[in-house]
């Protein structure tokens, strides 16, 4: 290729190199991970799941930052920026350090066919090797077994939560999507897992290579009491936590996850109680039950799965009292869109629904069909071409007691952030 001088022609490229979007397997990114001769030598935490994994990541990474040490981080995807994706000390990648990257892998691959997160993968496993980290923390993509990020061996491989999503790629059951998921764990290794009814597939991979198994509600699990909470692990207990900055009654799990996680690194990675403190307090998540500053209350959420509806759900609840809510919904055609309706249908008053991108973008004419199917009466839904017309159009009609609630996708939420930021300037 000629070579790309700025970021937006790097990943303009990236999208060329493969013929699918998602290509599941290990046999390529292997390939050339080894050919960049590239190595971590600190010790990793590869966090997988079906919801929560962003969030447990964004806990661990803060807390361990609060206790003073050197943290990488890789996660996906991006809301606003490409260069959020990878972050060393709290900071994420300028273009330069990226494009570096990006030219060391391409200089590697040879004739490869990699997809656009495999070749991103790749260079930032090459970042964070040469970054002098004390810890790595590594989002799983998708699944696990077959996912780019496990071409790493983790010294702690976590699973949220195990849920329907990603059915064409992982399996139609939570057996099946177990099993994938498990794919990030190592023989002797520690494997935690926060779903409280895990499959037997997983129970069976952990016992299988003989992983070193904690199960949340017995091996490690949270108490909440009077604004604060407790947790016991195998690193003992600890009392009077303050609620974690990100909102959500389920962010409790995700903490304790966590924290069982810098348990059985603590010997390695010891972690003061002023620091767990600090992290959680300040700990920082766009698109997670996101509340924006100022009237009407604006709710952004990437919810796309029917868990995580449900969650969003729960979470709006526990708000206070809104005469009306406005929902932005956009979503890809892939996923359950009949049960996320079905979740947040008692929660909303009016719908402004917005085409997504093609190829795996659901259009706004299918949207309405699947909410009029539901029950919700034509003159409560307005259909836009993007999220962006959407949320303006919600932000003109809504009145300062009523509530917007932005959810269904990435795209849909960094839309709304978009819009928001470009108005507030």
Known sequence: MRQASTLSEWLAYLETLHPKAIAMGLDRVSAVFARLGVALTCPVVTVGGTNGKGSTCALLECMLRAGGYRVGAYTSPHLLRYNERVRIDGAEATDEALLE?????ESVRLTTPLTYFEFGTLAALCLLARAELDVVVLEVGLGGRL??????????????????????????????IGR???????????????????????LAQASAIDARLLRIGIDYDFTAHDGQWSYRGPGGARHGLPMPALRGAYQLANAAT???????LRDRLAVSMG?????LVSVELPGRLQVLPGRPVTVLDVAH?????????????SMGFHPWTWAVFGIMADKDIDSVIAALLTRVDRWYIASL????????????RRLEAAGVAPADIRDFADPASAYRAAREAVAEADRIIVFGSFLTVAAALALTDRLAA
């Open 275 to 279: 620091a767990v403190r600090e992290g």
């Open 305 to 317: 799965n029917p868990q995580a509806a449900a969650a969003l759900a729960d979470g709006l609840a």
């Open 258 to 264: 966590a924290l069982a996680a810098l348990d059985v």
């Open 357 to 368: 991108p093609p190829p795996r973008g659901a259009t706004a004419l299918d949207l309405r």
């Open 101 to 105: 990257a990006f030219a060391a892998v």
């Open 147 to 176: 996912d780019a990020v496990n071409v790493i061996d983790a010294d702690v491989a976590i699973v949220t939560t195990v849920a329907i999503d990603h059915v064409d790629y992982l399996g139609t059951t939570r057996e099946e």
């Open 180 to 202: 994938e998921k498990a794919g990030i764990f190592r023989p002797g290794a520690f494997a935690i897992c926060a779903d409280r009814r895990p499959p037997a597939t997983l």
